[in-house]
């Protein structure tokens, strides 16, 4: 290549879960049916109240730059929203609405982490997190959790994880990938070590809605005031209303952060697009009965997907509490002869040997620092979630 690249690109890797998808993509371009279950995405379409939203906004003239940091109705939509559905009370001036919750996050790390300083991440972890550490010069460190405890960071990793260089926390629970739902308990505790150690926590909220088997979602700002200080929410609208492609998430600051983003938005991306502001007004203050119905269906998945894998032998894996993800472990599978006499040493060549062999699509764990692992999005119907874990079956146990 004849351009120099900056040092921030230079290590930077392409979203795992994105190239994936477009690998799955490209096969299916070849004429072939593939079973994809790699993308995080509901398969609904956005709800018809919240379409038609986005068109009178349209009509009406909302095709215009709009305040930097998305307009004063939506930030008083998101407001209503946590106090409606948490009792959590907000106020406008600590929101930034950005271009999903990717951006979100992408936009908290930059204003808040630069070259020196240290990012704790529980593993496993969404991939974009420690990418995202990276670009600002700042060092992910990665502290791994464990199926036996659900997969939940404990307070005491967190306090041997600090050290002066410390800048942020980033939690997310629920999990993608592993679906852990951290106990209310396990939530107060990590929030007790980070107001002892003045270490600010970047809570993802985004799976917020999913959240199966009666776990209580609790947000991390709830623990207080002292919490409330470090605190920085980020969610959006993406999955709990069907609206990946619309780009809206947020994050929730204290003012004085909040502006800081805010002026980093302007000079990045001016603001997120006007006509699916008026769209997410809509999801969030419309009738909620299409989360509770999506909800409903995700819980008719995950059951039947629980359900197959238990019957599979030798892989393992944690029931996810939320989120519509399960995370297994295929180690058992690793070096003896699969479907086709394929013999894979890990998960990366297991999911391209799935892939090429089986026409089935699934992320490495590799991509969310967990080896050994691989993710199945059951963000799909049963039909394709049932005909591609038969395929996955006779991959790992060929007759
Ligand atoms: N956080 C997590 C944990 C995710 O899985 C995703 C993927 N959607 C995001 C953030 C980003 O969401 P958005 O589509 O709103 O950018
Ligand atoms: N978050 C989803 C996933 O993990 C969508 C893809 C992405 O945003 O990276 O699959």
């Known amino acids: ?65 709009t305040p930097s940091g998305g307009i004063p109705e939506l930030k008083k939509a998101i407001c209503q929203a946590y106090e409606r559905d948490y009792g959590l009370k907000f106020e406008a001036h600590q929101i930034v609405v950005s271009n999903g919750a990717k951006h979100a996050i992408h936009n908290v790390i930059a204003a808040l982490c630069g070259p020196g300083d240290e990012v704790i991440i529980p593993t496993p972890y969404w991939v974009s997190y420690s990418e995202l550490v990276k670009l600002t010069g700042a060092t992910p460190v990665l502290v791994p959790t464990t199926p036996e ?11 041997r994880a600090i050290t002066p260089r410390t800048r942020l926390l980033m939690l997310n629970s629920p999990s993608n990938p592993t679906g852990a739902v951290y106990p209310v308990a396990a939530l107060e505790a990590l929030a007790q070590v980070a107001v002892k150690h003045q270490i600010p926590v970047l809570s993802d909220e985004i799976y917020e809605k999913l959240i199966y088997d009666g776990a209580e979602f609790r947000s991390f700002a709830s ?15 993406s999955k709990a209303y069907a609206m990946t492609g619309w780009r809206i998430g947020w994050s929730i600051a204290p003012a004085p952060l909040t502006k800081v983003i805010d002026d980093l938005q302007s000079q990045q991306t001016s603001n997120p697009c006007s006509v699916s502001q008026h769209a997410a007004i809509a999801g969030l203050t419309g009738p909620q009965d ?8 995700f819980v008719k998945r995950r059951a039947f997907v629980l359900d197959r894998f238990r019957q599979i032998p030798g892989v393992q894996f944690v029931e996810p509490g939320g989120a519509f993800y399960i995370f297994f472990n295929v180690a058992q599978y690793f ?4 479907q086709g006499g394929k013999v894979v040493q890990n998960s990366t060549e297991f999911c391209t040997a799935l892939l090429e062999t089986a026409h089935v699509a699934l992320v490495t764990g590799d991509a969310f620092g967990a080896p050994s692992y691989v993710r199945l999005s059951f963000a799909t119907n049963i039909e394709t979630l049932s005909a591609g874990i038969d395929r996955l079956e006779q991959f790992l146990n060929p007759a």
């Open 1 to 65: 290549m004849n351009f120099r690249l900056s040092p921030a690109v230079q290590q930077l890797l392409p979203s795992a879960t994105i190239a994936a998808a477009a690998k799955a993509k490209a096969l299916k371009a070849s004429g072939v049916k593939v079973y994809d279950f790699t993308l995080g995405e509901p398969d609904f379409n956005t709800p018809a109240h919240i379409r038609a939203a986005a068109v009178a906004a349209m009509d009406a003239g909302h095709t215009h730059y």
């Open 149 to 159: 405890s659900g997969y939940v960071f404990s307070p005491e990793q967190f306090e």
């Open 223 to 237: 623990f207080g005031e002292e919490v409330r200080k470090l605190t920085i929410i980020v969610s959006g609208v």
């Open 290 to 297: 299409s989360v509770t119905a999506m909800h409903a269906e």
């Open 335 to 338: 070096n003896k002869p699969l």
